[in-house]
C-alpha cells in the first residue's frame, strides 16, 4: 500500500514542499514559496502552513493520507524536541516547528537539517540508492555535506557532522561567515566564486562575462559555464583555484571517512561539468592511493527535490536512532 507524507525544504531563500509516495519516490505535487526579505518567524511557520494547506487543496489528498510531516532547515536542530534551534538566514531562534505544525494538523511532524534531508533523499532514491557508506556534499551558498553511514545520516555528538564547510584549506587566509580563517566555503563555495569574480571585475579585469550579465549583476552558474566555453582567462583563473581548494577538500574526506562514493550536488556542480569533472580528478590524485582507487564520484540526481523527498523519511531515521540509544 502506498503511503504519503509531506516533505518541506526550508531554505534561506525559498520554501519548497512537496507531496511524496514514500514508496517509489515520486514527488506528486510540489509549491514553491519565496521566503521574503522580512523574515521572522511568524512569517516562516505561516507560509509553511499555507504551504501545506495549499498542497493539500491541490492534490485534492485527505490529510488522513498523510503519514508525516518532515521539515529540514539551515541552521542546528534538536530533532528529538523539533526545535529549530538556531537559523541565522531565517532570522529564526528556539522555534518549536513540531509543535506548531502537531497542532495544525494533527499529523506527526520531524525536524532535520537542509544538508541531512538531501543526503536521505540521495540515500533513498538519489546517486547514493545501493550503498551504505558515501558522503554527500553540495557547494551552494555554502558548502555542506551529509554522511550517510548504514542506511542513516550521521550526525555526531552535537548533531553537527559534516561540516566540510569549515575545514581549514588555508591557514590564517580569508575571513569565513563562521569566525574562522582559511576555511573552505570561503574559497570553494558559490558566494566565493561570485565574490572573487564581481571583485576582480571592479578592479577592472575584463571578461566575457560581463556580456552576459544582467543589470542586477547577478552571477548565474550558465553564466560561468559559458565563460568558461569562451575559455575566458578570468573565469577560467577563478574557477581552477576553487577547484583545487575543494579537491582538497574531497581528498581530506576520501583519506579520513574512506567512502564507496562522493555524490556532489549544487548548480555549479550540476551546470559547470568542466569544474565537477577537473575537482574530482584532482582529488583522486590528491588521496592516498588505496583508498582513492575505490573511490566513485556521482552527481545528485534528485536535484532540486532530494531535500523534500528525504525529508519524508527522517521519521525512519530518528525513531530508529531512538530505539538504538535504548
Ligand atoms: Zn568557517
Known amino acids: ?28 505535487f510540489s509549491i514553491k514559496q519565496k521566503t521574503g526579505k522580512e523574515k521572522d518567524a511568524e512569517s516562516i511557520v505561516e507560509k509553511i502552513k499555507l504551504s501545506i494547506r495549499e498542497l493539500l487543496e491541490n492534490s485534492k489528498f485527505d490529510i488522513a493520507q498523510i503519514d508525516s510531516i518532515g521539515i529540514g532547515a ?14 541565522p538566514n531565517l532570522n529564526c531562534e528556539n522555534l518549536n516547528l513540531k509543535a506548531l505544525m502537531e497542532r495544525e494538523f494533527y499529523i506527526p511532524t520531524f525536524l532535520g537539517n537542509d544538508v541531512e534531508i538531501a543526503t536521505l533523499g540521495e540515500m533513498k532514491y538519489g546517486a ?45 587566509g580569508r575571513p569565513c561567515g563562521c569566525g574562522a580563517n582559511g576555511c573552505l566555503e570561503a574559497y570553494a563555495s558559490r558566494t566565493a566564486i561570485e565574490a572573487r569574480i564581481m571583485g576582480a571585475l571592479k578592479k577592472g579585469r575584463s571578461s566575457v562575462i560581463t556580456e552576459f550579465m544582467r543589470d542586477d549583476k547577478a552571477i548565474s552558474s550558465k553564466m560561468i559555464r559559458k565563460a568558461l566555453e569562451h575559455k575566458d582567462e578570468l573565469i577560467t583563473q577563478i574557477l581552477f583555484e576553487a577547484s583545487d581548494y575543494l579537491s582538497n577538500g574531497l581528498a581530506t574526506i576520501i583519506n579520513f571517512y574512506n567512502p564507496e562514493l562522493i555524490v556532489m550536488g549544487g548548480g555549479l556542480i550540476d551546470a559547470v561539468d568542466e569544474f565537477y569533472q577537473r575537482t574530482i580528478t584532482k582529488a583522486k590524485a590528491k588521496a592516498l592511493p588505496v583508498p582513492a582507487s575505490k573511490i566513485q564520484f556521482k552527481k545528485a540526481q534528485l536535484g532540486d527535490f532530494s531535500g523534500v523527498v528525504g525529508a519524508c523519511f527522517l521519521e525512519n531515521t530518528q525513531k530508529l536512532k531512538k530505539t538504538s540509544n535504548v
Not at 541552521?75 to 538556531?86: A, N, P, W
Not at 540508492?129 to 555542506?144: A, E, P, Y
Request: one cysteine or more; charged letters at 15%; glycine letters at 22%.
Open 128 to 172: 547514493g540508492k545501493g550503498f551504505s557508506d558515501f558522503v554527500c556534499i553540495f557547494v551552494g551558498t555554502g558548502i555542506g555535506s551529509g554522511i550517510a553511514q548504514n542506511g542513516q545520516v550521521r550526525y555526531g555528538a552535537t548533531g553537527t557532522a559534516g561540516e566540510i564547510g569549515h575545514i581549514i584549506v588555508d591557514a590564517g
Open 74 to 87: 539551515p541552521g542546528q536542530v534538536d530533532r528529538e524536541k523539533g526545535i529549530l534551534i538556531s537559523a
Open 1 to 28: 500500500m502506498p503511503n504519503y507524507a509531506i516533505g518541506i525544504d526550508l531554505g534561506g531563500t525559498k520554501i519548497l514542499t512537496g507531496l511524496v509516495n514514500k514508496g517509489n519516490g515520486e514527488v506528486l
